[in-house]
């Protein structure tokens, strides 16, 4: 079985501050995991990805995610929040076995403050 | 850049009634999803198919819901009848393999709103 785990449900910034979106999963056999961005009334876009390889993983927009496999996490972060960085955040996990789905978190909102 | 279409964008429904939905994926991509996305929550499979094959339906409500890809290309999700609880965002992706090596493209969905 796998599942991700997205802490909270809303997260406040200000413009130019750091932004933090956390993470976790859980998965019996490797993971890949990934981040979608969704705008209002929209689909989901890929934000970024990890397969295998490099544990930093940098994406569009100027994100990037950590993958710590002690933690179990992979958080995503940008150095530096933008007002049109304002929308809902969902991380995924599938496995690399046999009848693999993809499966989301519940989802972060992220709002930047003027 | 190629985009997965859907359409409608929006629809209302009266409860007992029928409602379908359209989407074209990304031309060449094998593998196409539907997702239902509850307001607040993430989106979960409903069904996956492999070309004209269903490969994963086991969260496909089967008594109402019904999903076709008759020549492999585009597909169409059907309820009949819908339920109030079946308001929601339904959102249709593709890919061009399996999708833990082949990210998901995602067109903007259909919200359905049942009264």
């Not at chain 2, 490969?55 to 409500?61: G, K, W």
């Not at chain 2, 109402?64 to 059907?78: C, N």
Request: hydrophobic letters at 35%; one cysteine or more; proline letters at 5%.
């Amino acid at each position: 079985a796998q599942s991700v785990t997205q802490l909270g449900s809303h997260v406040s910034v200000s413009e130019g501050a750091l932004v933090l979106l956390r993470c976790n999963y859980s998965s019996s056999v490797p993971p890949y995991l990934f981040w979608y961005v969704q705008y209002p009334n929209q689909g989901l876009q890929l934000l970024l990805k990890y397969t295998t390889g490099a544990t930093l993983v940098k994406g569009i927009n100027g994100f990037e995610a950590e993958f710590k496999k002690s933690e179990t996490s992979f958080h995503l972060t940008k150095p530096s929040a933008h007002m049109s960085d304002a929308a809902e955040y969902f991380c995924a996990v599938i496995h690399t076995g046999a009848n693999s789905k993809l499966t989301f978190g519940k989802g972060i909102t992220l709002s930047v403050r003027p | 850049e190629a985009e997965v279409a859907q359409s409608p964008r929006y629809k209302i429904t009266e409860k007992s009634q029928a409602v379908a939905f359209w989407c074209d994926p990304i031309s060449g991509h094998a593998t196409l999803y539907w997702y239902r996305q509850i307001l607040g929550q993430g989106p979960e499979l409903l069904v996956q198919f492999q070309d004209e094959s269903v490969v994963d339906d086991s969260q496909l409500p089967k008594d109402r819901f019904s999903a076709e890809r008759l020549k492999g290309v585009d597909s169409t999700l059907k309820i009949q009848p819908a339920e109030l609880g079946d308001s929601a965002m339904y959102l249709c992706a593709s890919s061009v393999g399996s999708s833990y090596n082949s990210p998901l493209h995602f067109g903007n969905g259909t919200r359905l709103t049942v009264t």
